[in-house]
């Protein structure tokens, strides 16, 4: 029994992990292009959530659609954020333009809030059925289609940074914007980019997430548990990102059975990330796949 | 009025040239004037070398152009950098790449994260069509070792770095390269080898070169034209051979003559002061 309590945890922090990893790329993705902490990442899930199931529940627009045109929107929504609130902010301090981010998380928790209310709501049922029963386990339907959506999302990440010619310019961004423009990419674009990108990929988590949970703001939360995912695997790793996230999937689930069945202290599974990155960074300060020269803020 | 008379200069007889700066003047920072009134010509299709020592203002003068002074707090305050008709100062650099001038940065600046492939990819970034492909394999023409070479970039030698660098160029189709120092760092061997190669290119593809040296004697070995600059002004200009028989330019920057009157610091001063022909 608690062997089979144990592999349920695993699969459920791996499962977690992967959108955790999802949700890493995306933070990876803005700092790697723009050199910004975005503390708003969280925030991104949450509007994407909200605005799906509001498509869903006002509109009823099928599934399929509703969670279609959220992305699409989040994309949009993420360039306007950029063009709008980042861009007026190129050249100035670093540690300005991160109170500016917190600053939009705490603006956009509110005008959720404000919106749609303080109460969780559950998303209309999706899937004929909840759970489905693999090998003995029971694993959430929604779970299931956002590991295929995020390994999806990153085979699309990892052919994007290889092949395409906007993948290619993200990274002559990130190597030196001086050479980027020497080469003919639009340094603006290539932000805004990032920032749509990021802001619809993590709106497909944020989907999945209040799918299973229900939507409220404590789907910020996410944004916030990503933190030590991304800087376990080093702040500009994107591949870093997608390991430091299993990391901490399957740390919360594992210290949740440690908890439950040894210490019982109640509170393991919210905080073990944070014990575990402490102690990864005294070893590697950089992260497990940082490179040494980056800033640490 | 000396710069007024240059400005309103009647128009040429023969053809435009394909870029003209016109007595530009740019400042760092709002504050460190480092180009103070510079004009100069680069007519289409010719090699043009830009001469000068150190802090004349040299890399200057092509980021001027390119429009990449913006990225390191410059301004071309007064002035005007004219291509092909239309005047290009103030232009945000990736649309000036767009417009055909493509400049090969200092201290080749290839992306070491990429592979090979992925630089000269990045090279016709700004093209749409769909000959890269064939492009790619001319590049492979020109350096058949960079075929060889799978790894990533960071890893290449300096020369073949360099040779990625121009690689990229031509991939970029440009009308105008502006190339800053290619010889850096490179063993005389490649340094020969490099500038065969510049002249090569701009036989082959016509495409127009302006260039910036430390090396005089072997980049006016390969130009039609050259300008030697100092503290941010041109101070002398001619064809390539007239400037490579010219006895100052002889004597300050081929290292040739002149020799006797410097054996001794008594004679600094009057060698300053020859050296200052305007």
Same mark, same amino acid.
């Not at chain 1, 994309?75 to 063009?83: D, L, P």
């Not at chain 1, 402490?278 to 992260?287: D, H, Q, S, T, V």
């Not at chain 2, 500038?195 to 090396?215: A, P």
């Given at each position: 029994?608690?062997?089979?309590?144990?592999?349920?945890?695993?699969?459920?922090?791996?499962?977690?992990? !992967?959108?955790?990893?999802?949700?890493?790329?995306?933070?990876?993705?803005?700092?790697?292009?723009?050199?910004?902490?975005?503390?708003?990442?969280?925030?991104?899930?949450?509007?994407?959530?909200? !605005?799906?199931?509001?498509?869903?529940?006002?509109?009823?627009?099928? &599934?399929?659609?509703?969670?279609?045109?959220?992305?699409?929107?989040?994309?949009?929504? $993420?360039?306007?954020?950029?063009?709008?609130?980042?861009?007026?902010?190129?050249?100035?301090?670093?540690?300005?333009?991160?109170?500016?981010?917190?600053?939009?998380?705490?603006?956009?928790?509110?005008? +959720?809030?404000?919106?749609?209310?303080? &109460?969780?709501?559950?998303?209309?049922?999706?899937?004929?059925?909840?759970?489905?029963?693999?090998? $003995?386990?029971?694993?959430?339907?929604?779970?299931? +289609?956002?590991? $295929?959506?995020?390994?999806?999302?990153?085979?699309?990440?990892?052919?994007?940074?290889?092949?395409?010619?906007?993948?290619?310019? +993200?990274?002559?961004?990130?190597?030196?914007?001086?050479?980027?423009?020497?080469?003919?990419?639009?340094?603006?674009?290539? &932000?805004?980019?990032?920032?749509?990108?990021?802001?619809?990929?993590?709106?497909?988590?944020?989907?999945?997430?209040?799918?299973?949970?229900?939507?409220?703001?404590?789907?910020? #939360?996410?944004?916030?548990?990503?933190?030590?995912?991304?800087?376990?695997?080093?702040?500009?790793?994107?591949?870093?990102?997608?390991?430091?996230?299993?990391?901490?999937?399957?740390?919360?689930?594992?210290?949740? #059975?440690?908890?439950?069945?040894?210490?019982?202290?109640?509170?393991? #599974?919210?905080?073990?990330?944070? #014990?575990?990155?402490?102690?990864?960074?005294?070893?590697?300060?950089?992260?497990? &796949?940082?490179?040494?020269?980056?800033?640490?803020? | 009025?000396?710069?007024?008379?240059?400005?309103?200069?009647?128009?040429?007889?023969?053809?435009?040239?394909?870029?003209?700066?016109?007595?530009?003047?740019?400042?760092?920072?709002?504050?460190?004037?480092?180009?103070? *009134?510079?004009?100069?010509?680069?007519?289409? @299709?010719?090699?043009?070398?830009?001469? @000068?020592?150190?802090?004349? @203002?040299?890399?200057?003068?092509?980021?001027?152009?390119? @429009? /990449?002074?913006?990225?390191?707090?410059?301004?071309?305050?007064?002035?005007?950098?004219?291509?092909?008709? =239309?005047?290009?100062?103030?232009?945000?650099?990736?649309?000036?790449?767009?417009?055909?001038?493509?400049?090969?940065? =200092?201290?080749?600046? %290839? %992306?070491?994260?990429?592979?090979?492939?992925?630089?000269?990819?990045?090279?016709?970034?700004?093209?749409?069509?769909?000959?890269?492909?064939?492009?790619?394999?001319?590049?492979?023409?020109?350096?058949?070792?960079?075929?060889?070479?799978?790894?990533?970039?960071?890893?290449?030698?300096?020369?073949?770095?360099?040779?990625?660098?121009?690689?990229?160029?031509?991939?970029?189709?440009?009308? /105008? %390269?502006?190339?800053?120092?290619?010889?850096? *760092?490179?063993?005389? /061997? /490649?340094?020969?080898?490099?500038?065969?190669?510049?002249?090569?290119?701009?036989?082959?593809?016509?495409?127009?070169?302006?260039?910036?040296?430390?090396?005089?004697?072997?980049?006016?070995?390969?130009?039609?034209?050259?300008?030697?600059?100092?503290?941010?002004?041109?101070?002398?200009?001619?064809?390539?051979?007239?400037?490579?028989?010219?006895?100052?330019?002889?004597?300050?920057?081929?290292?040739?003559?002149?020799?006797?009157?410097?054996?001794?610091?008594?004679?600094?001063?009057?060698?300053?002061?020859?050296?200052?022909?305007?």
């Amino acid at each position: 029994m608690q062997s089979q309590l144990l592999l349920q945890l695993i699969i459920n922090g791996l499962i977690i992990g !992967t959108l955790y990893g999802v949700v890493g790329m995306c933070f990876v993705l803005i700092y790697k292009a723009s050199q910004v902490v975005n503390f708003a990442q969280g925030e991104f899930l949450l509007i994407g959530a909200w !605005t799906c199931w509001w498509l869903l529940t006002a509109w009823n627009i099928p &599934f399929f659609w509703g969670f279609l045109i959220a992305v699409c929107f989040m994309m949009v929504f $993420g360039i306007a954020v950029q063009m709008i609130v980042l861009r007026p902010l190129i050249g100035e301090p670093i540690i300005s333009v991160i109170m500016v981010t917190i600053g939009l998380s705490i603006f956009f928790q509110a005008l +959720m809030k404000w919106m749609f209310g303080t &109460f969780a709501q559950p998303f209309p049922p999706i899937f004929p059925v909840a759970q489905v029963n693999i090998l $003995g386990l029971q694993v959430q339907t929604a779970y299931l +289609m956002s590991t $295929g959506v995020s390994l999806a999302i990153m085979a699309g990440f990892a052919w994007f940074f290889k092949y395409s010619r906007l993948g290619l310019a +993200m990274r002559a961004t990130a190597f030196s914007q001086q050479v980027a423009q020497s080469l003919g990419i639009s340094v603006r674009q290539v &932000f805004a980019l990032s920032w749509g990108i990021s802001a619809a990929v993590s709106a497909v988590a944020g989907v999945v997430v209040g799918i299973v949970n229900g939507v409220s703001s404590a789907l910020s #939360y996410f944004g916030i548990k990503v933190f030590p995912a991304v800087i376990l695997g080093g702040l500009d790793s994107v591949f870093g990102a997608v390991v430091g996230g299993l990391i901490v999937g399957l740390l919360e689930n594992l210290g949740q #059975y440690v908890d439950s069945q040894y210490l019982k202290w109640g509170n393991l #599974y919210e905080i073990i990330p944070f #014990y575990a990155l402490i102690i990864i960074l005294m070893i590697k300060p950089y992260g497990l &796949f940082g490179t040494r020269d980056i800033e640490r803020v | 009025m000396a710069e007024a008379a240059l400005k309103f200069e009647p128009a040429a007889e023969t053809a435009p040239p394909l870029l003209s700066v016109d007595n530009i003047e740019v400042v760092y920072n709002d504050v460190i004037l480092v180009l103070r *009134g510079l004009s100069l010509k680069v007519p289409k @299709g010719q090699i043009v070398a830009l001469l @000068g020592s150190n802090g004349a @203002g040299k890399s200057t003068t092509l980021k001027a152009i390119s @429009g /990449l002074l913006k990225t390191e707090d410059g301004e071309i305050t007064r002035g005007d950098v004219t291509f092909m008709g =239309e005047r290009i100062n103030g232009i945000e650099p990736d649309r000036i790449v767009r417009r055909g001038i493509f400049q090969v940065m =200092e201290g080749r600046r %290839i %992306i070491a994260d990429m592979t090979c492939l992925e630089n000269l990819r990045l090279g016709a970034f700004t093209r749409r069509d769909n000959e890269v492909k064939s492009d790619i394999e001319r590049v492979y023409e020109y350096f058949p070792r960079l075929k060889e070479r799978t790894g990533l970039a960071g890893y290449l030698s300096g020369g073949e770095q360099q040779m990625l660098a121009i690689g990229r160029a031509i991939m970029s189709r440009p009308k /105008l %390269i502006l190339m800053d120092e290619p010889s850096m *760092g490179l063993s005389p /061997l /490649l340094v020969k080898e490099v500038f065969s190669i510049i002249k090569k290119l701009n036989q082959d593809l016509g495409v127009t070169i302006l260039l910036v040296e430390q090396n005089a004697r072997v980049a006016l070995s390969v130009a039609d034209y050259g300008y030697i600059m100092e503290q941010g002004k041109i101070v002398l200009d001619g064809s390539a051979e007239m400037l490579a028989t010219n006895e100052d330019v002889k004597e300050f920057y081929l290292g040739q003559g002149g020799g006797d009157e410097r054996k001794s610091f008594k004679n600094l001063k009057s060698f300053k002061r020859r050296k200052r022909w305007l």
